[in-house]
């Protein structure tokens, strides 16, 4: 299994970017989640969203970004808008997936995608 994100850039102030990460493999279900790590800081909770569709926002990004995924492609999306200077970090995606047919579960992390955003 493995996770491949795209989407990351650069932008001012204000601005808006989408992130993707689709997982392939053999995969029964899938939770995904983006984690990011802002320069000189540890890595910290973003969102989440479960196999269901309920999604969890760490204080900082509410209102602002927004999860998604779209199951039949195993791939989830993060919506961000009026980006602040202070998201500029590495975004990583996780996933938590029980593999098919054999039940084993799996903590996979993307490459990670670099925000910047400039005031």
């Known amino acids: 299994v493995q996770l491949v994100e795209s989407g990351g850039g650069a932008v001012q102030a204000g601005g808006s970017l989408r992130l993707s990460c689709t997982a392939s493999?053999?995969?029964?279900?899938?939770?995904m989640g983006w984690y990011r790590q802002p320069p000189g800081k540890q890595r910290e909770l973003v969102a989440t969203?479960?196999?269901?569709?309920?999604?969890n926002y760490a204080d900082s990004v509410k209102g602002r970004l927004t999860i998604s995924r779209d199951n039949a492609k195993n791939t989830v999306f993060l919506q961000m808008n009026n980006l602040k200077p202070e998201d500029t970090a590495v975004y990583y995606c996780n996933a938590e997936i029980i593999v098919r047919g054999s039940a084993e579960y799996l903590e996979v992390w993307g490459q990670g995608t670099l925000v910047t955003v400039s005031s």
């Open positions: 969203i479960s196999s269901g569709g309920s999604a």
């Open positions: 493999g053999n995969i029964f279900s899938i939770n």
